[in-house]
C-alpha cells in the first residue's frame, strides 16, 4: 500500500492510495458492504468481512475477529477522549503492537507511531466530531505527528454536509456508516444538511433513486449514497480548481457547527494552514469567514513584514477597490490614473488600495494572489472587524513605509473610519468634482521633488514585488526592466534575470536570475548531485527553504552551485519529509 499527494489547494490535497494494486482517488469514501447493506454500484473502496479485495475489520480489544488475509483495520482498543493521558498511552502501545499497513491513532497519545503504516484512523473520530475545538486540536496533533504522506481515515464521518470540512481538515477517507445511520432515521443527506421525509413534500433531488416514489430504507440510502458521492466529486474538483475554501464557506453558511470549525482553524491555527496553502489560486469567492482565511492573512502579515514601497514613491494616495480586477484594468482606476498621469511628477504618486478583506494593497501587487482574484459584495457597509483590520492594517504599513504626504481618495463612509491625509473625495470617487479635487491636492504635492523618469520608477514596481515575494531584493544595482506591464523584463548588464508573469504576478526566473536568488539564500532548494531537466522528485531533495510554499518560485542548488529554476509543487517541509511526489517543476536548467 502507498500515498502521494498529487495536487494541494489550501490546506487540503488530492491523493492516490494504491491499495492491492487498485488505485484510489483520495479524498475518498470508505463503502460499508455487508450481506445486509449492499454497497452502491459505483463504490470501489469497500470497508468489508465477506468481499477479497475490500479492507476489512477485525474487531475491537474486547471482542477480537480472527484475521483476515490483506489489508485489515487492526483490533482496536480506544478510551473515550476525555479520558486522562495515561489510560491513552496504554492503548498507545497495544494499538502500535497490532499496527500494519493500518493504525489506529489517539490524538492523545502520538508519540509511539508505526512508520511503515500508510493509513492513519484517528480514534474516537464520531465523539471528537461534535466538539468542534477537541476534534480540531486532535486532527492538528494527528497530523503534525504522521506528517504529509500519511492517508488520514476519520471513521464514522462521511455525511455529504461535512465532506468539504473534513478534507479541509486534511482527512483524506471518511466511510458510508452516517449514510446507513440517517437512512434508518428516515432522513435524506444533502450538502447542506439533513431533512426528515415528512418534510421534502417535493423531492429536490433527482438521482436515480429519488426518481421512483417509493421511501423506503434502501431508497434513502441510495439517495444518500448519491449526495455523499455528487459531493465527493464536487470536493475533489473544488481542489483541482483551487477553489475549495469556497465551498467550504457556503457550507459553512447553512451549518453553524461547521462554521464555528472554520472559526476555530482560522483563529488558532493559521500556521498549519498556511504552510500547506499554496501562493497561487482560483477564485477567492469572499463571505464573512473570508476575512481570516490563510492566504488572505498572509497577504496581509507579507505586505507588513516583507513588502518595501518603491523609494521615489512620497506621496501615499489612498484609493477604493473596483469590482473589476486587476484594478487597474478597471475604469474608475483608468480615471485615476489620468488624473495622475496630468500632474508634473506622476512617478513620486503611489497609488495604494484600501480594501476587505485584504486590507491594503499596492498597486505593484495587484496582478498577485489572491489581489487579483478575490470578488466580494460591495454594499459600501464595513463591518466593525472589517473597520479594525483595515485601519490596524494601514497603521502598520505607513509606520514601516514612510512618506511625505498622504491623499485621502476614499469615499465619504470610508473616510470617516480611515481619517488621515487630505480628503479629496466628494460623492463619487470618479465623479467631476472629485477628480478635480484629486488632480488639484496632486498637482500641490508633487511640487518640489525632483522629476522621476518612468523607467526609474518601473525598476522600483519590480523591487518592490520582489520584497513580497521572496522578503528581500535580489536585484544589483544597474538593472533595466523593458517590455509592457505587466510582462516585464528583467535585464542586467545584456542578461535576462527574469520576467514578470501577469498571470501569476509575480517574477519567474531565468539561471542568472536564480543565481542571485542563491547568492542570498532565499528560497533554495539543494538537490542531490544531478542536473534535473522535467522535474525534481522529492527523493532527490536533500534540504529546502522552510518558507517555500506550493507554487513558490525557487532556485536549485548542489553544494554552492545552481542547477536549475522552476516552481515548487509542494511545501519546503513537505519536500524535505517526503520520499515521493515532483518537488519542483524545472523552467529552466544549468547546460
Ligand atoms: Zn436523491
Known sequence: ?????????????????????????????????????????????????????????????????????????????????????????EEES???????????????????????????????????????????????????????????????????????????????????????????????????????????????CSCPACREEERSFSSILEHNYYAAFSELKRVRNAIRNNELRNLVESRAASQPEIASMLRIMDGEYYRFQEERCPVSGGRVICSPLSLKRSDIERFRRRVINRYVKPS??????????????????????????????????????????????????????????????????????????EREMVKKQLDLYVRKNEYDAVINHLPEEMAEFIDIGEKTCRGHPVSADSIENLSKALDEKVMGYEKITKNARRIENVKSIISYQFGGNILPEGCRVKGKYPNYKIFYRGKQLGMMVGSRGMVSLTIEGGEMLAEKGLYCVEIEDFVPHGSIFAIGVKDADREIRCGDEVVATHDGEVRAVGVAEMSGEEMVESSRGIAVKVRHHKK
Open 1 to 89: 500500500m502507498r500515498f502521494e499527494s498529487i495536487k494541494r489547494d489550501c490546506t487540503s490535497r488530492i491523493g492516490k492510495l494504491e491499495i492491492k494494486g487498485k488505485e484510489i482517488l483520495t479524498p475518498s469514501i470508505l463503502w460499508y458492504s455487508s450481506e445486509r447493506i449492499k454497497p452502491p454500484l459505483f463504490s470501489s473502496f469497500l470497508l468489508s468481512l465477506e468481499e477479497s479485495d475490500a479492507i476489512s475489520h477485525s474487531g475491537s480489544f474486547f471482542y477480537p475477529m480472527p484475521e483476515k488475509k490483506g489489508v485489515s483495520i487492526p483490533p482496536s482498543f480506544v478510551h473515550p477522549y476525555a479520558f486522562p493521558p495515561e489510560l491513552h498511552k
Open 312 to 385: 521615489s514613491a512620497k506621496i501615499l494616495l489612498l484609493l477604493p477597490c473596483s469590482a473589476k480586477k486587476p484594478y487597474s484594468y478597471s475604469k474608475s482606476h483608468s480615471a485615476f490614473r489620468r488624473a495622475i498621469n496630468s500632474c508634473k511628477n506622476p512617478e513620486v504618486v503611489h497609488e495604494v488600495i484600501v480594501t476587505s478583506p485584504l486590507g491594503i494593497v499596492p498597486m505593484e501587487l495587484e496582478m498577485i494572489y489572491p489581489a487579483a482574484h478575490y470578488d466580494i459584495s460591495v454594499t459600501g457597509e464595513w463591518s466593525l472587524d
Open 94 to 204: 497495544w494499538n502500535r503492537e497490532h499496527a500494519g499497513e493500518i493504525q489506529i491513532i489517539s490524538p492523545k497519545a502520538v508519540d509511539e507511531i508505526h512508520e511503515d503504516t500508510t493509513i492513519y484512523v484517528l480514534s474516537n473520530a464520531r465523539e471528537l466530531f461534535s466538539n468542534p475545538r477537541n476534534f480540531i486540536r486532535a486532527v492538528v496533533d494527528v497530523r503534525n505527528r504522521i506528517g504529509y504522506q500519511k492517508a488520514l481515515y476519520a471513521p464514522g464521518l462521511g455525511e455529504p454536509s461535512h465532506i468539504a470540512i473534513l478534507s479541509y481538515f486534511t482527512i483524506d477517507i471518511f466511510d458510508s456508516i452516517p449514510l446507513i445511520e440517517k437512512a434508518r432515521m428516515g432522513i435524506y443527506l444533502f450538502p447542506e444538511g439533513g431533512y426528515s421525509g415528512e418534510n421534502l413534500e417535493e423531492m429536490p
